[in-house]
């Protein structure tokens, strides 16, 4: 039992890859200058196509939800009555 805790500490040691890592292009300089500069748009949706698709996604869901709640409240407010 002893031994094969001793083996998985020594495999948990062991680096995940072995392959020289790449090196990451450090872009929080262009993010920045994107996001400060003024071009009249609100700020969620400076990141582009995926942040306008993300943000009519959002609001499509919140006004279904939202119509989806007064509805069941309405259900549960006045029941049908049953024959």
Known sequence: MFRHVLAFQ???RRSVSTSA???VKNRVP???KLFQEDNGL???LKGGTADVLLYRATMTLT???VGF???QMWEAA???KRG
Do not use: C, N, S
């Open 63 to 65: 006004v279904f939800g």
């Open 78 to 80: 006045f029941p049908q």
């Open 10 to 12: 020594q495999v948990a």
């Open 42 to 44: 609100p700020i969620h």
């Open 69 to 71: 709640t007064l509805y």
């Open 30 to 32: 262009e993010k920045q």
């Open 21 to 23: 890592r790449q090196q």
